[in-house]
């Protein structure tokens, strides 16, 4: 199977790869080095690890609003 790399560096891989590996939008994929090239898995959560954050994490902390702080001064020396 071949795929393409547009010029910006991106890949699609056909469906029936995607859906063989049980990712969905916004999941991660990791390539890891084989001796035959690289090797891709779907890179998963493991929910078990993120059980010592339980009750450590501020649940009352107001969201972030990105666009309101587009919209704030800032030095120039923090832009891009």
Partial sequence: MLITITSKRQVTFPAH???ALGVKPGDRLELQPS????LLRAKR???SRLAPLR???NQV???FDIHS???QAHAPALRD
Wanted: proline content about 11%; overall charge negative.
């Fill in 17 to 19: 790869v995607l859906d």
């Fill in 35 to 38: 001796p035959d090239g690289f």
């Fill in 45 to 47: 959560v493991d929910a």
């Fill in 55 to 57: 009750g450590k994490l």
């Fill in 61 to 63: 902390a107001p969201t």
């Fill in 69 to 71: 702080f587009r919209e």
